[in-house]
């Protein structure tokens, strides 16, 4: 008996959803950057693939912000039309907000927290949302390095704030998801501390 896991593979579904992701965030660029948001998204999914994901969680990692960004409950209905129901309830739980206008970011995020650390939260949702906040944080690290200060601007969440934030899902990740992920922000938390004036 072997131990090698077969190969994941990805069909023309995946290539819809890389196409839905790229026409949904063409307007958008990455915060405080040239970049096409787009960039954000392919980095999401690379890390997820890279960490054992399937198919339906590669899609899900392009369309994570999709409801929450572009056009809300209707946006949610298109995917779970597109790509079912699985696709679609991870995407739902990885969205902080569907409101408009959104409640404060404080509010929000201790609201994801506490979705995250539910037992009835999958280990696909943990999963995708451990790669984007992997994604975020070395973004904020990068650019840290380059503009100094001034990153903080680009927050709803003042320094200390973002901070905390970092380790309370770096916590929430090694309690429930394990692995190289989330090993991988916990190892990035303390650079963060470093930083926050």
């Known amino acids: 008996m072997s131990d090698v896991l077969p190969p994941i593979t990805l069909g023309t579904r995946f290539d819809e959803a890389l196409r839905l992701a790229s026409e949904l965030h063409r307007k958008q660029l990455k915060k405080g950057s040239r970049a096409p948001y787009v960039a954000h998204l392919l980095g999401v999914c690379s890390i997820v693939l890279e960490n054992g994901g399937d198919e339906d969680e590669a899609i899900a990692a392009l369309l994570h912000d999709a409801a929450e ?15 079912g129901e699985r696709v679609a309830g991870i995407v739902a739980d990885c969205s902080d907000t569907f409101e408009g206008p959104e409640p404060p970011a404080l509010e929000r ?3 994801y927290l506490a979705h995250l650390d539910d037992d009835r939260t999958t280990r696909s949702v943990l999963l995708v949302s451990a790669a984007d906040k992997v994604y975020n944080l070395r973004s904020i690290l990068e650019d840290y390095a380059s503009v100094g200060e001034g990153l903080w601007a ?44």
């Open 109 to 111: 995020k201790r609201a």
């Open 154 to 197: 680009r927050f709803k969440l003042a320094p200390a704030e973002q901070l905390w934030y970092y380790e309370r899902l770096a916590g929430i990740y090694s309690r429930r998801l394990g692995g190289r992920l989330a090993n991988a922000l916990a190892e990035m938390v303390p650079k963060l501390a470093a930083i926050v004036p």
């Open 69 to 83: 960004d572009q056009g809300g409950l209707a946006t949610l209905d298109l995917i779970r039309d597109r790509f």
